[in-house]
């Protein structure tokens, strides 16, 4: 059964950095197609980034645009989400999640319902 573990979250004053990253365990992970959730306090879970299989294609949702970086690794079998000038809006709970995809072009997945498998979440704090 695959797994995916995030790690990273943490507290961070509004313009500092985080580094947040998605251990896969299982299945090949070069396989899933990924992405990087998130869910504020009483707001719906949207998607902030999202990565193809091989990585040469990704989404960003405009408020994240030129400040996040999604990235993966697929010999260390790990998810990346560089966030860089962190504004407190971005406080909410990160997830990674996966889709297995056999998709010949543009495996970029948007919905939450379009992927099978979660991590449980990592907090991200934004002081102002």
């Known amino acids: 059964q695959v797994r995916f573990v995030e790690s990273g979250g943490g507290l961070v004053q509004a313009g500092g950095s985080l580094r947040l990253s998605c251990a896969a365990s299982?299945?090949?992970?070069?396989?899933?197609?990924m992405g990087w959730f998130r869910q504020a306090p009483g707001k719906e879970r949207e998607l902030a980034a999202a990565i193809s299989r091989s990585g040469d294609n990704t989404y960003y949702t405009d408020s994240v645009k030129g400040r996040f970086t999604i990235s993966r690794d697929n010999a260390k079998n790990t998810l990346y989400l560089q966030m860089n000038s962190l504004k407190p809006e971005d406080t909410a709970v990160y997830y990674c999640?996966?889709?297995?995809?056999?998709?010949?072009?543009?495996?970029?997945?948007?919905?939450?319902?379009?992927?099978?498998?979660w991590g449980r979440g990592t907090q991200v704090t934004v002081s102002s």
């Open positions: 999640a996966a889709k297995y995809s056999v998709a010949k072009y543009s495996d970029i997945y948007y919905s939450p319902g379009d992927y099978s498998y």
């Open positions: 299982g299945r090949t992970f070069s396989t899933y197609a």
